[in-house]
């Protein structure tokens, strides 16, 4: 899928060892457009995270300017939720997309930090995760929220439960089953966006 993906917008592939015959990035959006009686109605835009390294071969200093205009297009919109993406293994004062985001949404009414790979997260340093959550570091108006994804290699396994393995992760491996239910696992966070987006809506709508 993703290879037609890139084949059909002419971007090369990443694909370890396969030579670049197009650019890496590209300002065309892809579309998907789900429908039914169960469905949300919004818009969900899937941007690329912004880098500031160049890889040989792969992306240039074009590419740079690029992803960054383009993000910052869809965050400078007063009506778009930002879901600020960031693995739990990580500095967070080091993540230049919240920066972006605290100059784009100074009050943080539309912002929600969203960690990724608790399971990556160093024995012994668990604390500094569970102090985002807790709101004792970096706190945003709106708060965090911590999912855990499947790794590479269980992605290629077709039986997997997506759902149930990230419960098992957050019922029974310390400290992530300490931490409030509503903070962990992808349903509470559908929940959360849905109670931001409808405050957000009513807020919208009276200037529309």
Request: aromatic content about 4%; hydrophobic content about 35%; charged content about 25%.
């Amino acid at each position: 899928m993703r290879g037609q993906v890139h084949n059909t917008m002419g971007l090369s592939g990443f694909e370890e060892g396969s030579a670049r015959k197009g650019p890496t990035f590209s300002r065309d959006v892809l579309r998907l457009e789900i429908c039914g009686p169960t469905q949300e109605h919004l818009s969900v835009i899937d941007v690329p995270g912004i880098f500031k390294n160049t890889t040989p071969g792969v992306t240039t200093k074009e590419d740079i300017s690029l992803v960054r205009s383009m993000v910052l297009g869809y965050m400078e919109n007063p009506r778009s939720v930002m879901l600020a993406v960031i693995p739990a293994n990580v500095d967070v004062a080091t993540q230049e997309i919240l920066e972006l985001a605290a100059d784009v949404d100074p009050e943080g009414k539309r912002t929600l930090g969203v960690l990724t790979k608790p399971d990556l997260v160093d024995q012994g340093a668990e604390s500094r995760v569970i102090d985002l959550l807790q709101g004792r570091a970096h706190p945003l108006s709106l708060g965090w929220h911590i999912v855990r994804n499947p790794g590479q290699q269980q992605l290629s396994d077709g039986t997997l439960d997506r759902g149930r393995l990230e419960q098992y992760f957050f019922d029974t491996i310390s400290p992530w089953n300490k931490v409030e239910k509503d903070k962990v696992g992808i349903e509470p966070l559908r929940v959360r966006i849905q109670d931001i987006l409808s405050g957000h809506v009513r807020q919208e709508f009276p200037k529309v």
